[in-house]
């Protein structure tokens, strides 16, 4: 050959001795690589199988995951930054570690009910991995060499088919990811330690969190620390840089939360807890009135009312309406209502502001005598019975459209619910009547082939025999009345004095053929041989039938 042959990587390996005479000719100038072995070797010295480790370090208090990241916290200007293992080598492969700063933030949760955290490590470690692989990229490294155990591909003449011990990869995605894997095989040996490594973590990740903005932020989007991530709370310090500021106006707090999120990313603005910032950057039907009204609730119907966005005069209306109830109920009602609203059955248009505004006031009015009289927590039970009413009265409003005439009294508007629910009853009893009643045509096969003292086979055909059949055996046969009406499927009832089954089989609606679906036992249980058997015969005989 006169010049050579190029074959695809993913078809032809080179084996080292071709290789060679490849790079030697002086053409071309061989690539930079580090063996897997080296690479392997040198991460070692790092304790990477240590999942968590705290080390002071002079002024620096430091929180070292994976033995190649670790989150840092200057003891004097309380500052804290991340940092990760950075891997200089030199012209003998000799290594010069050093910490750098990154911008990567791991993503743990401030409150984890996990006893392993093994993915989240797992990610620190690849990051970790992949930036120690982009050093390497810097320095002039362009392929890592792993071992393969591959043979050849022999379907090329002239080349060499000898197994090929080696690879390269280009130094990238491709070998980041296969050195992660070879890592992640070791994490089953390290279970016991990354279970310790995960305790440890929450024991010693407080002392690099600003406790005074993070109770800033809890105290805006009203969550729990199991729903926020030192990754969130890292950023937020960052935007947050008078403390003082944001406790004297606690009162505004909770309103940051439904700002946009451009404006969330810029909370030191001079005018941020002023009227005209606020209203600028909330809907227009949100008024200086409105805003002050929710401002003097306590605080859990504060963060109701701006959660669920209600806002309208005629939503607050529904706040004077529970006026003297516990703050307890009147969390319970409002978040009745907004959770029909955000489930979208109730719209909130004017005749629905106005049906929902009289059974508030009816149902106020009429439980009024318990204010102060029913403890709430000593006789909770008499309060839920109340609380369900509402529901109940609520639900018949909206799904039924119910009118509600403007001097109605309460225990009118709970008959009028009841006799909705007995209407109800009454439509599904009639529905359940009428699909009883329906029958479809029975299959044709040779009754007398397949009689047998001992077995009794009955094709159901009738919508009443399908409903007791599936009540009796306890299973879903009655979902299939459709299809056995359409004549898409048919249903067999087998009995023995010893056990009892059911058939199902599918019509081909062209050929007209059966086919076997299921054949269960009470509960789902699994027939038995004889019964497989007696099916089987079954549904030879009533395709042979032609049907």
């Not at 570690?97 to 933030?105: A, G, H, N, P, R």
Request: proline content about 3%; overall charge positive; glycine content about 4%.
């Amino acid at each position: 050959m006169n010049s050579m042959t190029t074959f695809p990587h993913s078809q032809v390996l080179l084996s080292p001795s071709v290789a060679s005479l490849y790079w030697s000719d002086g053409a071309f100038e061989a690539p930079k690589k580090i063996t897997w072995c080296e690479l392997y070797a040198l991460i070692n010295t790092q304790l990477w199988r240590r999942m968590v480790m705290r080390v002071q370090d002079g002024h620096l208090d430091t929180l070292v995951l994976a033995g190649l990241f670790r989150i840092v916290k200057n003891t004097s200007s309380q500052k804290v930054t991340m940092q990760r293992k950075s891997l200089q080598l030199d012209c003998d492969l000799m290594p010069t570690w050093s910490w750098v700063t990154t911008s990567y933030l791991p993503d743990f949760m401030m409150q984890s009910f996990q006893g392993s955290l093994v993915w989240r490590f797992r990610r620190i470690l690849e990051f970790s991995v992949g930036e120690i692989l982009k050093d390497l990229d810097k320095q002039g490294f362009t392929t890592l060499e792993i071992p393969v155990k591959a043979a050849k591909s022999r379907l090329y003449d002239g080349v060499d088919a000898s197994s090929a011990k080696t690879v390269l990869l280009d130094i990238g995605d491709v070998a980041n990811q296969w050195a992660i894997d070879q890592f992640s095989k070791q994490f089953g040996f390290l279970e016991q330690g990354i279970k310790q490594g995960s305790r440890s973590l929450y024991k010693h990740l407080w002392h690099f969190i600003d406790k005074e903005k993070l109770s800033i932020y809890l105290q805006i989007y009203q969550c729990s620390l199991s729903q926020v991530s030192f990754k969130t709370i890292h950023k937020f310090s960052r935007i947050v840089v008078d403390v003082q500021r944001f406790k004297e106006q606690a009162l505004w707090l909770p309103w940051l939360s439904v700002l946009p999120i451009k404006v969330r990313e810029r909370l030191n603005q001079p005018n941020l807890f002023s009227y005209e910032f606020l209203l600028s950057n909330l809907p227009d039907e949100v008024s200086k009135g409105a805003v002050r009204k929710i401002n003097r609730q306590p605080r859990r119907i504060q963060v109701l009312l701006i959660e669920a966005n209600m806002w309208t005069p005629q939503e607050l209306a529904l706040v004077d309406a529970l006026d003297g109830y516990p703050t307890l109920i009147k969390a319970k009602i409002l978040s009745e209502i907004k959770e029909r609203k955000e489930f979208g059955e109730l719209r909130l248009s004017i005749g629905d502001c106005q049906r929902v505004q009289r059974v508030v006031f009816r149902w106020a009015q009429y439980f009024s005598s318990m204010i102060g009289q029913v403890k709430v927590r000593k006789q909770r039970e008499q309060w839920q019975r109340a609380l369900n009413q509402f529901g109940d009265v609520l639900s018949w409003v909206i799904r039924s459209n119910g009118v509600v005439h403007k001097n109605q009294k309460w225990y009118a508007l709970v008959q009028q619910h009841e006799k909705w629910v007995e209407q109800l009853n009454r439509d599904d009893q009639t529905r359940d009547t009428e699909l009883d009643a329906l029958s479809w045509e029975s299959a044709e096969w040779d009754r007398a082939t397949m009689k047998n003292g001992k077995v009794e086979i009955e094709e159901i055909t009738q919508g009443a025999k399908l409903r007791l059949e599936g009540s009796e055996m306890e299973h879903c046969v009655w979902s299939y009345l459709s299809d056995c009406l359409k004549q898409r499927y048919r249903v067999f009832s087998l009995r023995t004095p010893e056990e009892r089954v059911t058939l199902g089989l599918y019509m081909d609606p062209v050929t007209l053929k059966c086919s076997y679906d299921q054949l269960r036992g009470p509960n789902n249980d699994i027939a038995s041989r004889s019964m497989q058997q007696l099916a089987k015969r079954l549904i030879k005989q009533i395709n042979s039938e032609g049907r």
